[in-house]
Structure formats: C-alpha cells, structure tokens
C-alpha cells in the first residue's frame, strides 16, 4: 500500500499564498485525491479533491500534475485559522482512503 | 444539520478488557468508516460499512471487529486489549455511493488510553 509523501511541515505568513505538494507516484488510473485538514482536538475536515483535471471551491485550489504523480494544495490568502496539519489522501476506487503523514501549516501574522 | 457523533469521548481500560465505540452518522450517511490517529503511525483505516456489510477493511488483526446497523449507526469493538491500542478512533460517514470520490464528514474521535 504506497502512501502519499508530504513535507513535515511549512511556514507562512498571514495573506501570503501557500502551496503545499504532495507526491502520489504509485498512483492508479482510478484513484482520486483528497485533502483533508485537521486542527487540535478535531476530527479530520474536507478541503478538496479531484481525479484528473485542477480544481477550485471556495476553501483551495488543488493543481493536479498531468502524469498524476504529484499534485498542490494552494490555500490562496492563508488565516490564522487555516493553522492546521493538511492530509494529502488517495481514494481508491473501493472509496478507501490511505493517509499520508500531513504537513503541519504554520501561519505567522 | 447534527454531524458525526461519536461516544463516548473518551475511556480509559486495562490491558485484557475489551471496548465497544459508537458513531452516529450524519442523517442519511450509509457509509461509516473507522480510522485509527496514533503519532507513530498517523491515520490508518480501520474497516468501512455500507448498507450494514463490511466493504473495506484496514490490515488490522482480528480482535478489531464492528458491525453496521440499519439506521446506519455503527459499533467498533476491540478485544483483549493491548497497551499499543492506545489511539484516537475517528469515525467518518459519508453518502458512499461516489467510490473515491465520496467526501468523508469526520467525528471528533473517542480517545482510548488502555493501561
């Protein structure tokens, strides 16, 4: 079961954009790719997800590479709210869900 | 709407004892799955429920067990527990009819400290 691969964490300033990769290089025709987000004491909350083509909704955009093998979260004007650690997920085709190890976001005022 | 609710929150056993969680799914959620946080192994899944049959399921021994009812309400159980059982047990619900594209609504998690 390959896993996504994150960066531990990354650090930005308030307003600035952040732009977090996640690489999936085993990934299947089939699978989509989620990200989740989840703050201190609190269950996972959905961000986005997309198959094959770039996404947007009113939480991030998510750039998905065209050979499919990475993918970037960009939070456009991050908030002290948006301090979180971010889950690059693939769903597979049976829905089940491997987690990677998120990246912890850091927002500075 | 009321979310994901899941009880109890938290619960302290000993080691041997067995325990059973519970999750509510959203109104009209079919699909429950289970996941497992520790800091040393992160989020693994569990097992998931649609319709009250097990359609995925983690690489968990056998003492995690759980079982769908038909208001979609779920139950997890684990058995003959071990200190590394120790973990934050999140249960998600979801529509389940979109494969990998069904968007997971997350509960807040029970916290088991098994001593």
């Known amino acids: 079961d390959a896993k996504t691969t994150q960066p531990n964490s990354m650090e930005s300033n308030e307003e600035e954009p952040v732009h977090l990769p996640c690489n999936h290089s085993?990934?299947?025709?089939?699978?989509?790719i989620h990200w989740y987000r989840q703050l201190p004491s609190q269950g996972p909350e959905y961000v986005i997800h997309?198959?094959?083509s770039n996404v947007n909704n009113r939480m991030a955009s998510l750039a998905i590479a065209e050979d499919r093998k990475s993918s970037t979260l960009i939070l456009h004007r991050a908030t002290l709210r948006d301090a979180a650690v971010y889950y690059c997920i693939r769903s597979d085709s049976w829905g089940k869900f491997q987690f990677g190890a998120g990246t912890q976001v850091v927002v500075t005022p | 709407k009321a979310g994901v609710t899941q009880t109890p929150r938290y619960l302290i056993k000993t080691r041997g004892q067995q325990v059973t969680l519970s999750c509510s799914p959203i109104s009209g959620h079919r699909s429950v799955s289970w996941y497992q946080q520790t800091p040393g192994q992160g989020l693994q899944f569990l097992f998931e429920y649609f319709s009250e049959t097990q359609r995925n399921k983690g690489n968990f021994p056998g003492r995690f067990s759980g079982r769908q009812f038909s208001n979609s309400r779920s139950e997890m159980n684990v058995s003959t527990l071990e200190l590394g059982d120790s973990a934050l047990y999140l249960c998600?619900?979801?529509?389940?009819?979109?494969?990998?594209?069904?968007?997971?609504?997350f509960g807040a998690g029970s916290r088991l400290t098994v001593l």
């Open positions: 085993t990934i299947s025709g089939t699978d989509y």
């Open positions: 998600a619900s979801s529509l389940g009819q979109a494969a990998g594209a069904n968007v997971l609504t």
């Open positions: 997309g198959l094959t």
